[in-house]
Nanobody, 121 residues
Framework: VQLQASGGGLVQAGGSLRLSCAASGVTFSNYYMGWFRQAPGKEREFVAAINWSGRSTWYSNSVKGRFTISRDNAKNTVYLQMNSLKSEDTAVYYC???????????????WGQGTLVTVSS
């Protein structure tokens, strides 16, 4: 299983970015997908998750209303649309996959390599 995250970069506060995570080596539509992030000196934290069909989503309180997780099973890709970015959103963002529902727990079976998002104030 390989997960390739992309789309990170430098953005000003209030701006937007869209992260993508392409999966290979799996039947993508069988997997729950999640996004986590880790800021320097901090533990990895949950950002958002989505079920296999895309009909159910979950968000951390810190991003609810600003970020949107979605997926395209035909493209084996999950997305994280990030709007109204704040300096505290600066982190390495990781995508993760699991056949079982893991929700906000960082116990997903498979992880991507991470993509850096830097928000300047």
């Amino acid at each position: 299983v390989q997960l390739q995250a992309s789309g990170g970069g430098l953005v000003q506060a209030g701006g937007s970015l869209r992260l993508s995570c392409a999966a290979s080596g799996v039947t993508f539509s069988n997997y729950y997908m999640g996004w986590f992030r880790q800021a320097p000196g901090k533990e990895r934290e949950f950002v958002a998750a989505i079920n296999w069909s895309g009909r159910s989503t979950w968000y951390s309180n810190s991003v609810k209303g600003r970020f949107t997780i979605s997926r395209d099973n035909a493209k084996n890709t999950v997305y994280l649309q990030m709007n109204s970015l704040k300096s505290e959103d600066t982190a390495v963002y990781y995508c993760a996959a699991d056949r079982q529902y893991s929700g906000s727990s960082p116990t997903y079976a498979y992880w991507g390599q991470g993509t850096l998002v830097t928000v300047s104030s």
